[in-house]
């Protein structure tokens, strides 16, 4: 899978373009905003976009989701459906940041644990990781090592849980339980900053450091 990442807002969110070399169709994770910059982005590359993928319901991820799916006329895919109060209340999230208001979203498809998304002949696993948010959703591609952890963890950190129906413990078991288990050599594309791999947080992410599962 190759992927290319659009830094978005004034949140610096990782909106990153995905596809599959054999086919070129192509997905979009996360757009968190300023459309025009990422619409010029799927041309430069000569893609087919087919879909949308959402990790999590907050604005700063998903702030051009609706105008992106209508331009290209695709669907909106996941979160986990406990996200849905995030995604009904853009409104209001859009009014907290004083920026322009963002309508509520209903997504075409929602996710759940042990899913997958084919982009092209590329299957991405669906992991279901709870703790920033309740629905929050990863997207992980087993042949080329690569996974898209949105707010989950980031290089050196995790995402934050003092949102509503944010959870800490819940977070912190997501990483270790499902994500740490993928493997050392996994790639990460985190919501924010730059790219880590899963086997440096394992070691020097200060979140992770005690203890960790045995495998």
Known sequence: MNYHIIPVTAFGQNCSLIWCEETQQAA??????EAEKIKQQVAAKGVK???IL?????LDHVGAAAELAEFYGVPVVGPEKEDEFWLQGLPAQSQMFGLEECLPLTPDRWLNE???VSVGNVTLQVLHCPGHTPGHVVFFDA????LISGDVIFKGG??????????????????????????DDVTFIPGHGPLSTLG???????FLQDELPVW
């Open 28 to 33: 979009l994770v996360d757009p968190g905003g």
């Open 49 to 51: 976009l087919t879909q």
């Open 54 to 58: 959402l990790t999590h319901g907050h």
């Open 114 to 116: 042990g899913d997958s």
């Open 143 to 146: 042949q080329s090592q690569l």
């Open 158 to 183: 995790v995402g934050r849980s003092d949102f509503p129906q944010g959870n800490h413990a819940a977070l912190i078991d997501s990483i270790k339980r499902k994500l740490l288990p993928l493997g």
């Open 200 to 206: 440096y947080e394992r070691l020097h992410n200060p």
